[in-house]
């Protein structure tokens, strides 16, 4: 990133009131967690995509689970990484309202700091029992999956279920709801990690005001690199710090 750049973001910061974070996969990238459909992703090294199918899941929940044991180790060891804590650190600057939309299910960004978190594809936080309903905190379920054993509810023999959203699952509305409202309220938009190959989550960057600027960041380019007003193919946070950094002068 050259220092043009780098003084143009930490501008935006400076400038912008109500900013508003879209990540995705490659946020977390760094935190170790791999992502779904680069090169090296989860859907590229022979993962089936069905892991994440709702009729899949209730047809062989240990599908699901075989891979969650593995995936899910990962994601409770991980930890935020400096863009994730950039992120946080702006939110805590006089004068910013800073909210985050994220595809992310692994509550990095809550870990880092952030307090205004719209988790549009379900978090793993919860879990719930598909036949009586019953909601628990999945880490509580975390003996019986590292022992590859589907976790079920004592009490009806139902299957619990993260509170992720699966293939075939309809959004939170709620959720998304209000993280439209947010990308239109904004005077910065700045999606972060994502290709904006998936929706309805990649049709939020269409509710900005014509007058909110928007920024990309992101290893590989995406369908909106045209439209934005700084694009960056480069680590998170290899961009994110330094800006915020300079914000904060």
């Given at each position: 990133?050259?220092?043009?750049?780098?003084?143009?973001?930490?501008?935006f910061f400076s400038e912008a009131r109500r900013?508003?974070?879209?990540?995705?996969?490659?946020?977390?990238?760094?935190?170790?967690?791999?992502?779904?459909?680069?090169?090296?992703g989860l859907y590229n090294t022979g993962v089936n995509k069905r892991v994440f199918d709702i009729v899949?899941?209730?047809?062989?929940?240990?599908?699901?689970?075989?891979?969650?044991?593995?995936?899910?180790?990962?994601?409770?060891?991980?930890?935020p990484n400096a863009g994730h804590r950039a992120i946080a650190a702006l939110e805590h600057?006089?004068?910013?309202?800073v909210q985050v939309i994220t595809q992310n299910i692994d509550m990095l960004h809550q870990k880092a700091g952030s307090s205004k978190v719209h988790q549009v594809h379900g978090t793993?936080?919860?879990?719930?029992?598909?036949?009586?309903?019953?909601?628990?905190?999945?880490?509580?379920?975390?003996?019986a999956i590292e022992a590859g054993r589907v976790p079920r509810h004592e009490a009806c023999g139902g299957v619990f279920k993260p509170e992720i959203v699966f293939f075939g699952e309809m959004l939170p509305q709620d959720?998304?709801?209000?993280?439209?409202?947010?990308?239109?309220?904004?005077?910065l938009l700045v999606i972060a990690g994502t290709s904006l190959q998936v929706y309805p989550a990649a049709g939020l960057p269409d509710a900005r005001r014509p007058d909110c600027r928007m920024v990309i960041i992101n290893q590989t380019p995406t369908p909106l690199?045209?439209?934005?007003?700084l694009r960056f193919h480069q680590r998170i946070s290899q961009v994110l710090e330094p800006a915020v950094l300079r914000a904060a002068v």
């Open positions: 990133m050259n220092s043009a750049e780098q003084i143009q973001l930490g501008n900013i508003v974070f879209l990540t995705g996969a490659g946020m977390s990238t760094e935190s170790g967690i791999p992502d779904f459909r680069s090169a090296t899949a899941f209730r047809d062989t929940p240990e599908l699901f689970y075989e891979f969650a044991r593995a995936f899910l180790g990962t994601i409770r060891q991980a930890k600057q006089p004068g910013k309202e793993l936080e919860y879990s719930h029992c598909m036949t009586c309903g019953h909601r628990i905190k999945t880490e509580q379920h975390w003996p959720v998304c709801a209000a993280a439209e409202r947010a990308v239109a309220e904004a005077g690199d045209d439209e934005a007003d």
